[in-house]
């Protein structure tokens, strides 16, 4: 095993995690819980690929897969934040949602064959500088490094702008910023659709980047769930999300490389042969992820990480403790 080919795999692979967290962080920012990442990186993932098969241009495939993601996202809005229902159920049926219209959209999407991709490039200079140019800088995705000016901006636009702070203010005390003439509501609204479109930027990276073809529910294999978790570990902050992402994704692929050979570290390699053995391996960044989301399910650790404090909470103009 190359450990340079797994952190650049991971890099890769993770971008697509980095773009959904990202999105999940911003509108859970603004006070809006969104579990239906899962069913917008789906809907993103089969309108990009179907739209690169019709038309021959992955940039609109990309471009149209994003807008899919965002307006599922603003029927999450409409219904969380005009109609004050139960975010958790509302994401969750979400998820629903968008798994079945991408099934029904994808239907013959698995024959399409080979479709013109997104293109990948070498930054000279960068790609020669020792250990990290290989990795993060040799034959990338053009959207690996959109991901990496995304990071630096986002975090910027958080804690540095004025925007940021009202984006901060309505995801802490909602009341408080709608009388010191933040508009909350509207500002939701654009935080929770900027959030699908960023999910859906994610599924399109997967069917036009990262794993091209279209797979049925296996295109995505359950990120979106790992993305929302991976908001909690890195405490809403976008350059925690992003080392998350690369980590999580690289202990992918080398959990998969370690399943080729017959022989490992010069024994009997267990996982070759045995496939029990192959689905335990599989499975744990899974569990490690769910394990993260138990420890932090309490208020109290909630609170210790730093969870916006008006997170999940519909906020209604005129009420207290708010």
Do not use: C
């Amino acid at each position: 095993m190359d450990p340079t080919i797994i952190l650049a795999a991971g890099v890769s692979s993770g971008t697509v995690l980095l773009f959904a967290a990202v999105g999940e962080i911003l509108a859970e920012r603004a006070g809006v819980l969104n579990l239906g990442v899962e069913g917008m990186m789906l809907i993103g993932a089969v309108a990009a690929f179907g739209t690169a098969v019709a038309t021959g241009n992955p940039w609109l495939g990309l471009v149209v897969g994003t807008l899919a993601g965002g307006l599922l996202a603003l029927l999450h809005a409409v219904i969380t934040i005009s109609f004050q229902a139960e975010q958790v159920v509302s994401g969750l049926a979400l998820t629903f949602l968008g798994t079945g219209l991408a099934r029904v959209a994808g239907e013959d999407l698995s024959k399409a064959g080979a479709i013109a991709l997104l293109p990948t490039a070498t930054i000279p200079g960068l790609s020669a500088i020792p250990v990290l140019g290989p990795i993060l800088f040799t034959g990338q995705s053009i959207l690996v490094y959109v991901g990496f000016a995304v990071v630096p901006v986002t975090w910027w636009w958080i804690a540095r702008t004025r925007p940021g702070l009202h984006l901060r203010a309505i995801g802490e005390s909602p009341t408080a910023a709608d009388t010191l003439g933040v508009a909350v509501y509207r500002l939701r609204y654009a935080y929770v659709v900027v959030g699908g479109l960023f999910a859906g930027l994610a599924g399109a990276t997967i069917t036009l980047a990262i794993s091209p073809g279209w797979f049925g529910d296996l295109t995505t294999s359950g990120q979106g769930w790992i993305a929302v978790a991976l908001v909690i570990f890195a405490q809403w902050s976008p350059i925690r999300a992003a080392l998350g992402a690369y980590a999580f994704a690289a202990i992918r692929r080398m959990l998969l490389d370690i399943q080729g050979p017959e022989q490992l570290f010069g024994v009997r390699n267990p996982f070759y042969y045995d496939h029990t053995l192959t689905f335990f391996l599989e499975m744990l960044p899974y569990l490690l992820i769910i394990a993260v989301l138990v420890a932090v399910s309490g208020e109290a650790m909630r609170k210790r990480i730093g969870a916006p404090a008006a997170l999940g909470v519909p906020y209604v103009r005129g009420e207290r403790g708010q």
